[in-house]
């Protein structure tokens, strides 16, 4: 429908249907006016597989949903850091929800991890915002190519489930932009997902259901989104001051409460009926998107998801440890497949994105199948799933099967991970971490595969030879996992997040979740592998590692030239040969070192990445574009973001501290700083500004008599300029205080 169709139709609307039209019917589905034929459209969960209820009662996982397919949660997918298999499971969940008559699907969700202890972090992709950014940005693309809308959640700042309908997250402006709200930026930018959703908590005091800088100046006028603001189910405070700074469809439904509060504040001038009529716009501009895009008597293939599925855990998986290469398994052993988890998989989180899913693949059986007739399987529980202590009989059962294989292969996973509550620490329940170092004790050959949404400290990592996180790998991870345990594939999965050694060295750990209602953001910048690396404390597992069955050499790095303006992109090769047996796959990262900055800076950033295959002895020569952004930092002062001129390194590398090449270019920018002096600018300052360093070169011999002049700027580096008043001896008065500050501020 036509901008100028819309805005006749909301014409001949009542201020009580336009009111009405900003609230939802229930809880999945946006009012009908049917007197003028607006229709309803319907929203449902679904990051990483559709969950459509029948029931409209509840949205938060409770109630049972109809059979979607489950596939790897976010979490995991990050780990593949392949833009095209995302993109593939976009469109796959966009085709079944056209099947189920589903309009707008309420994902992706990119909040950062600030602490691994977050029980939403399975939701949400990375620590780094660009690696969150590219693969969100695929994902909401390839769903909206298939006509359905996403909802790019939660913005902002909501990286805790603790009090997160109240907390207030105090967050500087320099680390909201390029930590926080960076992916939010990319994605609304080259994206347009058809709606944003707004975050339960407050920001620097605000809450961002009605956070007018937040949703208005930056969402809608300064990165230009054009679609509509929903808020988190139950996010509303006050929804008159939400609907004025921005928020213009609240979910679930009021029950006509916040609708007659909307009404009322036109009729009594409080709110203007244009601000409400620019929200109505928004919304039937986005449901009648979605009506022009309905699929009528669409379909899905299961099988084909499921398969998907399939793949995608398989890209995704990451082998940590491989020692003795005892992995892949042999066949004609006899392996011990122990852990009740073998037999009742953990492969997705709990609450409000937990799928009902059309089928899954039990890891056992899967294995058994991968094992063929010469492989002899045996299994015990070893645990009890419903408790976390360790269960001295079941213990004793494991080690004796343990006892009798060449290798024993244990599943155990991370607490349970839920939207509504955090964890409070990084272990794998007691009864589980009992059962590896109870099967150490008999068996030397020991593989631990691990279901997990986050980060787990490994007391027990010395004892085994080899680990594979599986990760929440959706409903046919049994079956990825047996296809990289047999060596059916090549695992090439890379960490998206740091694994510290214990949760004490997590950046955040001092400050989360806070005190009361409020959490300070202390560690800035310094989030995931920015702060290890800067730090120099060295992870259990560092961000963007992961081993393969093969190897990989990096050769050849050229860099297109060796100096740049801010405002050209500059070209990287680098050419990748696999060196081993195996076909495999290697990702290519990309970080940047500022050398020499003004303002404090991480060791590195990632500033791009590559996924390639490569066959046995193939070689590729991989090329990677940087523009400004990769030099840039967020400059609060110029509100932009900002390059300095210098001398920058670019580093290849396998992980984020295994740097494989490195180069040096020298950036040349234009931009210049508009800084304002006064009486109190310091010395050192001045030296920094072109004029000011030449007027202080004037100035201090005249000031210095018979001491040396570099001594006296010692001495006075880091005094304000009023105190030539008195340390000059009369030779600096009032007026060439002022004069001085004229010409510092460009006014004479």
């Not at 809608?220 to 405070?237: C, L, P, R, Y």
């Not at 050959?445 to 594979?468: A, F």
Request: some cysteine.
């Amino acid at each position: 429908m036509l901008s100028k169709e819309i805005k006749e139709l909301i014409a001949k609307m009542t201020l009580e249907e336009k009111a009405g039209l900003c609230s939802g019917k229930g809880a999945w589905h946006t009012k009908a006016i049917t007197r003028l034929g607006i229709p309803s459209i319907m929203m449902a969960d679904g990051p990483h597989g559709l969950r459509k209820q029948s029931e409209e009662e509840d949205h938060l996982g409770n109630d049972h949903s109809r059979p979607a397919t489950c596939f790897p949660t976010a979490a995991t997918l990050a780990c593949s850091w392949d833009r095209e298999l995302v993109a593939k499971i976009g469109a796959a969940l966009g085709k079944e929800c056209q099947a189920e008559g589903i309009s707008i699907l309420l994902g992706p969700g990119v909040n950062i991890k600030r602490s691994p202890l977050c029980g939403r972090n399975f939701e949400y992709y990375a620590e780094d915002p660009y690696l969150t950014a590219e693969l969100a940005t695929s994902y909401v693309r390839a769903v909206q190519e298939e006509g359905v809308g996403t909802s790019l959640k939660h913005f902002a700042a909501n990286n805790q489930e603790h009090r997160r309908m109240s907390v207030d997250a105090q967050v500087d402006e320099r680390t909201l932009r390029e930590i926080y709200l960076a992916a939010f930026e990319q994605v609304v930018k080259k994206a347009q997902p058809w709606t944003v959703m707004c975050a339960y908590n407050k920001l620097n005091g605000e809450y961002c259901a009605e956070h007018t800088p937040l949703l208005t100046d930056l969402l809608k006028k300064e990165w230009g989104h054009e679609g509509f603001v929903v808020s988190d189910w139950g996010a509303v405070n006050d929804r008159v001051k939400g609907l004025t700074a921005g928020l213009e469809l609240e979910m679930p439904s009021s029950s006509g409460i916040n609708d007659h509060k909307l009404v009322e504040a036109v009729k009594k001038g409080e709110l203007a009926e244009g601000v409400l009529d620019q929200a109505v716009e928004r919304i039937l501009r986005v449901i009648y998107k979605a009506v022009e895009h309905r699929k009528e008597g669409a379909t899905f293939d299961q099988q084909a998801h499921h398969r998907l599925a399939r793949e995608a855990g398989r890209e995704c998986m990451v082998l940590l440890k491989n020692d003795d290469q005892i992995l892949p398994l042999k066949s004609g052993e006899t392996i011990a497949v122990l852990g009740a988890l073998a037999k009742n998989p953990q492969f997705q989180g709990g609450g409000s994105s937990r799928v009902n899913p059309t089928k899954v693949d039990q890891p056992y059986t899967e294995l058994e199948k991968a094992a063929g007739n010469q492989t002899k399987l045996l299994y015990a529980a070893g645990y009890c799933l419903d408790q976390d202590e360790r269960a001295e009989d079941l213990l004793t059962a494991a080690q004796r099967v343990a006892a009798q294989a060449q290798v024993a292969v244990v599943f155990v996973g991370s607490t349970p991970e839920t939207e509504g509550e955090d964890r409070s620490h990084l272990r794998i329940p007691d009864g589980q971490r009992a059962l590896i170092e109870a099967v150490t004790e008999v068996q030397p050959n020991v593989v631990v595969v691990l279901s997990n949404g986050s980060p787990v400290e490994m007391p027990w990592l010395g004892k085994v030879k080899g680990v594979l996180a599986s990760y929440l790998g959706g409903q046919a991870a049994g079956g990825a996992i047996a296809d990289l345990l047999f060596g059916a594939a090549n695992p090439c999965g890379k960490l998206a997040e740091t694994f510290p050694q214990e949760l004490a060295h997590n950046p955040s750990y001092l400050n989360f979740p806070g005190e009361g209602d409020r959490v300070d953001y202390r560690e800035g910048l310094f989030v995931g592998y920015r702060y290890y690396d800067t730090k120099k404390i060295k992870p259990l597992f560092p961000f963007g590692y992961g081993l393969s069955y093969t190897t990989y050499a990096y050769t050849g790095m050229t860099v297109e030239h060796k100096e740049i303006s801010a405002d050209q992109t500059v070209t990287v090769t680098v050419r990748v040969k696999n060196t081993g047996s195996r076909a495999g796959k290697e990702i290519i990262q990309i970080y940047i070192k500022d050398q020499k900055s003004s303002v404090i800076r991480p060791e590195k950033e990632l500033k791009a990445f590559a996924k390639v295959a490569l066959a046995p002895g193939e070689e590729q020569a991989v090329t990677f574009t940087l523009d400004k952004r990769a030099f840039a930092y967020f400059s609060v002062e110029s509100k932009d973001w900002w390059v300095e001129s210098g001398e920058f390194v670019i580093m290849v590398g396998s992980s984020a501290q295994e740097i494989r090449l490195i180069e040096t270019i020298r950036v040349n920018s234009k931009q210049t700083m508009e800084k304002k002096f006064n009486r109190n600018s310091i010395f050192q300052d001045l030296l920094a500004d072109p004029v000011g360093a030449a007027l202080i070169a004037d100035l201090i011999p005249q000031i210095a008599g018979n001491v040396d002049p570099a001594r006296i700027m010692k001495q006075i580096e880091y005094m304000p300029l009023r105190a030539l008043l008195s340390f000059s001896q009369g030779k600096v008065d009032e007026a060439m205080l002022a004069k001085i500050l004229a010409k510092l501020n460009r006014e004479t």
